[in-house]
């Protein structure tokens, strides 16, 4: 049985000191008791903290992060342009690619803190449009990538029927990504069966946004058991668009018009009203929250302030992978906001002054929330996943409690993540994940036949 002895770890109680942890055969913790001799236990000597879920990621697009930054004819680039570079790149991409792609970012995530991902799936079909064999035979290399790399796994296998707010038509780019509901329930089936009984994955629904799907669909979808997860109001031209069809903001229609409660996740929720930022707040839901997209996509800065001020609950996901680090989302969260208020300290209260420690403790909360799996926490009942910092890096020398967190998060660009224990299994040593070389051998080969 996996079992570990931490010099410091940070439990749901606050810090404690010589920890012992154990989990069972499963992964899943059994016992945390701090104030214990090391023996012969497999120590970590460093800062031991959980690891963060992820709660929104769309695989593919890690391979083409960084090759869409050119400017277009005109200059008029945006996040509608940069979407229509992304359809383009799907011409060539099958299945194997999609596994590899997905392996070489579940290391990469791994190695940067991240020990859950929900994935965000909509690339269900051929080139041309045609279902495959197995309907869902993409979303479940998702799940090859994460049983090979140790990455907990949520599969949001993703309804989108339409083009545009409540039944426009499809564009071709969008050919790969159209079910009817019966189609989408299909894979929502196969992704189930795939994941039962299996602790380290799960599965829950995701229809893609309001322009995507009819309101009869989404009420269809959400009388499904698990987490949902729906993109939201990231977007001026959307909000615009929502209120043209139906009167409401997309944030205030969904909120009117289907009973969001704690099983939901809101992805972006961008351009919301003070009010709308108070109602999401008082749902219960999850805002899913992708710093580093955003500001590449150039979406805009979410009403941290107010969201938090009534209760609001959020998480972090990496979304396109521009960036793939935990502290690196829990950063630009945080500095973004003082860029835009002039003010620091914002994602802060009088319990938790130090905005490393209140961020990270919020992406844990809002993260396991979102992923719908057992995590989120160093405790018994959750998933063993656990990092350990090396508290004797030039980033955090002289640093320690919620200090060192603030210096892990807001300070140096290296990578202070020395080990990495994912389902009570050892994936990261010495901040190198266990497969790096393998599964980057076929990221190469996967890139070549893609880009030849
Ligand atoms: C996506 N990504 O589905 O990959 C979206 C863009 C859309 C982000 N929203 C496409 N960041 O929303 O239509
Ligand atoms: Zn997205």
């Known amino acids: 049985m996996p079992e570990f002895h931490a010099a410091t770890a940070l439990l749901p109680t606050g810090w404690a000191a010589q920890v012992r942890i154990a989990a069972d055969a499963a992964g899943t913790i059994t016992a945390v008791t ?22 929104h990621s769309h695989a593919f697009q890690r391979a ?15 996040f509608w342009t940069w979407r229509e570079t992304m359809y383009r790149f799907l011409d060539r991409l099958g299945p194997e690619e999609a596994e590899a792609i997905a392996a070489q970012l579940q290391v990469e995530l791994l190695e ?3 020990t859950s991902l929900a994935e965000f799936h909509y690339l269900h079909h051929q080139p041309d449009g045609t279902p495959y064999a197995e309907p869902a035979e993409m979303v479940l290399r998702n799940l090859a990538a994460a049983r090979r790399t140790g990455m907990g796994l949520t599969l949001l296998p993703v309804l989108y029927r339409h083009g545009g707010i409540f ?20 894979i929502l089936a ?4 795939a994941t039962a009984g299996d602790p380290h994955s799960a599965t829950g629904m995701a229809p893609h946004s309001l ?36 009167g409401a903001r997309p944030v205030q229609w969904l909120l009117a018009n289907l009973p969001v409660d704690a099983r939901w996740c809101l992805v972006h929720a961008t351009h919301m009203t003070a009010e709308e930022a108070t109602a999401l707040a008082r749902s219960g839901a999850i805002a899913g929250l992708c710093p580093s997209t955003e500001a590449s996509l150039g979406d805009g800065f979410f009403p941290l302030a107010e969201y938090l001020a009534a209760g609001g609950g959020f998480g972090v996901g990496t979304d396109s992978h521009v960036g793939i680090s935990a502290r690196d989302e829990l ?13 620091r300290a914002i994602a802060a209260s009088e319990a938790l002054p130090n905005p490393g420690r209140f961020l990270l403790e919020a992406a844990l909360a809002g993260g396991a929330a979102a992923m719908g799996r057992p995590v989120g926490a160093i405790a018994p009942g959750l998933r063993c996943d656990l990092i350990e910092l090396d508290p004797d890096h030039p980033t955090l020398i002289g640093l320690d409690g919620d200090a060192l967190l603030d210096g892990w998060v807001f300070s140096g660009q290296h990578n202070p993540i020395r080990t990495v224990i994912a389902g009570g299994r050892r994936v990261v040593e010495a901040g190198r994940h266990l497969a790096r070389e393998q599964v980057f051998g076929e ?4 890139m070549r036949r893609l880009l030849e």
């Open 34 to 55: 701090p104030d214990q001799p090391a023996g012969a236990l497999p120590r970590l000597s460093g800062v031991v903290l959980p690891g963060v879920p992820n709660l």
């Open 64 to 78: 083409m992060a960084g090759a869409t930054e050119r400017r277009g004819a005109g200059g008029q680039d945006s």
């Open 112 to 114: 940067w803190g991240f």
């Open 167 to 186: 039944g426009q038509p499809p564009a071709p780019g969008q050919r790969r990504f159209l079910n009817e509901l019966d189609g989408w329930q299909r």
């Open 190 to 193: 196969a992704c189930r069966a």
């Open 211 to 246: 322009r995507a799907v009819t309101p009869e669909m989404l009420r269809a979808v959400a009388a499904e058991p698990g987490p949902l997860h729906i993109h939201i109001a990231e977007q001026p031209r959307e909000v615009a668009e929502c209120l043209a069809a139906t």
């Open 331 to 343: 950063r630009l969260l945080e500095t973004g906001q003082r860029l835009l208020r002039q003010a």
């Open 443 to 446: 990221y190469r080969r996967a």
